[in-house]
């Protein structure tokens, strides 16, 4: 699997534009350090939309599992996932919904 050793190049394709301006731009020829570096752009990219399928297919049996609609499913993991990510989330929406409540009721 290809390294990062591909981003010390300053650019994968350098376009040359003519000074017509009504041609295209011309490409200089790839290196093979390159090719690999596209190449591994692709299968990540690749890898990546493989996995979203994979993950819109766990979710659908799992939510069906437990008896709820893939969205709702969704919509919990979004907020664990935040609350992973930034803390103390899911207890601020309990506090607002409390008070909420108590204004409400």
């Keep these: 699997m290809p390294t990062d050793s591909y981003?010390?190049?300053p650019s994968a394709i350098t376009p040359e534009i003519t000074s017509t301006g009504s041609e295209f731009a011309s490409y200089r020829t790839l290196?093979?350090?390159?090719?690999a570096a596209?190449?591994?752009v692709i299968?990540?990219?690749m890898r990546i939309k493989l996995a979203q399928g994979q993950v819109r297919e766990?979710?659908?049996a799992v939510a069906d599992?437990?008896?709820m609609k893939p969205s709702e499913l969704n919509k919990i993991i979004s907020l664990a996932m935040r609350e992973r990510e930034r803390g103390n989330v899911l207890a601020q929406e309990k506090a607002l919904i409390e008070v909420a409540?108590?204004?409400v009721f």
């Design 38 to 40: 596209i190449r591994a």
């Design 101 to 103: 409540e108590q204004i």
């Design 65 to 67: 599992r437990l008896g």
């Design 7 to 9: 981003t010390e190049s």
């Design 43 to 45: 299968e990540t990219k």
């Design 31 to 35: 290196s093979e350090q390159d090719r």
């Design 58 to 60: 766990d979710m659908k």
